[in-house]
């Protein structure tokens, strides 16, 4: 993604994506792969891999998902352990979990 996104785009990316007409095609496959990678059960089928080939060559494909998967395995990994931010206090409420009280 690019820096500088407006609301309304930042907005598209957690929506619909088949009516996130603000953001760029690639955009838009690289989001379905991050949805397919932190998937209950990850799967690529055959028209997301036509999709991310019609804007990516293996090697950024291959690039793409290595990144996607530290991300997620990172973001798995805080949430597990229930780590914090440093600005953060014992009495902060994690983020991740909705009325979630202090640990």
């Given amino acids: ?49 036509a999709d991310l080939r019609r804007h990516f060559d293996e090697a950024q494909i291959l690039a793409l998902g290595a990144a996607l998967a530290v991300a997620s395995g990172w973001q798995r990994f805080i949430e597990a352990f229930g780590i914090r931010p440093d600005g953060w206090t014992e009495a902060s409420a994690v983020p991740w979990v909705t009325g979630s009280s202090p640990r």
């Fill in 1 to 49: 993604m690019r820096k500088d996104l407006t609301e309304d785009e930042v907005q598209a990316t957690l929506g619909d994506l088949d009516a996130a007409t603000s953001l760029p095609p690639s955009t838009i496959a690289a989001l379905r792969l991050a949805d397919q990678l932190t998937a209950a059960q990850p799967a690529v089928d055959a028209a997301l891999y």
